[in-house]
């Protein structure tokens, strides 16, 4: 096979041994996967353990509080460091190259900074939770590699432990049936809704109030845009957290947000979610970012997107495919997935015409509330074919609040003082928008 799936299940009391390709280290080494635990995920997570003793305190959690990447094309090492041991699964990823590692019951308290600059044949890594009760790294390396060893190391006697995974060049792309098998249970877990979040339970039917749907973009291992200060995924969802609070405080909406943490959520389970709660309006939040540096001083401002099979000009195509890809980056997705897309397009085509025209609509609105309160792009009415947009029965709008690469807009999103502007601008153009349509709620 072309690649080793490593997949381990420790206890604190677990035997000692070595990786069998890897020379004993200095340290004491946790057991090694075994060929026939590769072939599948945990049968025995860590809270389904039997506790002898109700008096006994539950153990604190994992975290992972340091990371690095070391070595060369030849051969190149990722170590994360832990406060104890750990249930993980490494397997590999195509289309694009990435190699992932599933750690179960483990937070991250590294900055996402750690993953940006990697060595060898990791381009880059990052990680953040994933689902119920697992976290993930995802590694985007420089072309197919082949997992030679992995390693859970016992570092000295307070019960630290570092996870060590070595990469080496491969001439194959070939998933083994275990890779296959882990990849297809990680994007499962997810499709049944496993991606530890709350969510409201779906109104009554004599419902007397409009729902809105909050969505802020990206989160968990799903980092968005990097800024020198932080991610696209924190400041959306402060973002989020002071509308959702804005229009409660109204009493004339109920408020249902895709997640209220940082959690990944995938965009299929966005998209449920509004249809679920028979949304009025959806309203995705997010950053932008420019790749070019060089200009990144030069270019600012919010844009709002609406949905168009055709993009209204190159930017906004490329900033759609992104967002769109943010599944499959992650490992949530495969890549033989979204088959039928052009079914889906010709019924959207069918059922969307009017809510294209509300979503129309409710731009214009946030236009002329935002514009008082934050600066907008030079091209602030866009649209392109965003996945989260696709609503045949849902008016909704995609905002880019502005550029995580400007460093001063940057500052700007992450204050508190224009977090609030944002969404008292974009509360302002609710109550506008529903003042004129009392009597069309579902």
């Known amino acids: 096979m072309a690649c080793t799936l490593a997949f381990v ?9 070595t990786h ?24 025995t997570p860590p809270e389904s353990r039997s506790d002898k003793s109700d008096a006994a305190a ?34 590999r990823l195509t289309a694009p190259a990435r190699v992932v590692i599933d750690l179960s019951h483990v937070e991250f308290t590294m900055p996402p900074a750690v993953g940006r600059a990697g060595a060898g044949l990791v381009r880059s890594f990052r990680f953040g939770a994933f689902a119920t009760g697992k976290s993930r790294v995802v590694i985007e390396t420089t072309g197919p590699v082949k997992v030679e060893a992995t390693r859970l190391l016992r570092e000295g006697a307070r019960g630290r432990h570092r996870l060590e995974v070595e990469l080496v060049p491969s001439a194959t792309v070939e998933l083994t049936e275990g890779e296959v098998a882990a990849a297809i249970e990680g994007v499962a877990r997810l499709k049944h809704g496993e991606d530890g979040n709350a969510h409201a339970a779906p109104p009554p039917a004599a419902r007397k109030i409009p729902t809105i749907v909050i969505d802020p973009g990206h989160g968990g291992v799903d980092t968005g845009a990097e800024g020198v200060a932080g991610s696209e995924k924190d400041i959306v969802l402060a973002v989020a957290r002071e509308l959702n609070r804005e229009l409660l405080a109204t009493g004339r909406y109920r408020v249902v947000m895709t997640r209220n943490s940082d959690v990944f959520v995938p965009l299929e389970r966005r998209l449920k ?19 070019k540096r060089e200009l990144a001083g030069a270019i600012r401002g919010a844009t709002i997107y609406t949905l168009s099979q055709g993009a209204s ?29 052009d079914v889906k397009t010709i019924l959207y085509d069918l059922l969307a015409r009017e809510t294209d025209g509300l979503a129309l609509n409710f731009r214009q609105l946030m236009m002329k509330h935002m514009r008082n309160r934050i600066r907008l792009s030079r091209d602030p009415q866009r649209a392109a074919n965003f996945v989260v947009l696709r609503q045949a029965e849902t008016p909704a709008v995609l905002i880019e609040l502005g550029f995580i690469s400007h460093a001063e807009e940057e500052k700007q999103m992450r204050s508190t003082e224009w977090q609030r502007q944002v969404a008292t601008a974009i509360t302002a153009a609710i109550e506008d928008y529903f003042s004129k349509r009392k009597a069309i709620f579902r």
């Open 58 to 91: 539950a153990p604190p959690p994992v975290t992972a509080d340091g990371a690095a990447v070391t070595g060369d094309p030849a051969r190149t090492r990722l170590a994360i460091d832990l406060t104890g041991p750990v249930e993980f699964q490494v397997f």
């Open 273 to 291: 979610l509004s249809q679920q709660n028979q949304a009025q309006l959806f309203i995705s939040l997010h950053t932008d970012s420019l790749e």
């Open 9 to 17: 299940v420790l206890t604190a009391a677990a035997q000692q041994s």
């Open 313 to 341: 000009d190159e930017q906004a195509r490329r900033l759609a495919d992104k967002e769109n890809a943010a599944d499959l980056l992650a490992g949530a997705q495969l890549k033989s997935e979204g088959a039928g897309d």
């Open 20 to 43: 069998e390709k890897t020379p004993p280290p200095a340290k004491v080494t946790e057991p090694a996967p075994t060929p026939a635990a590769a072939a599948g995920p945990s049968l």
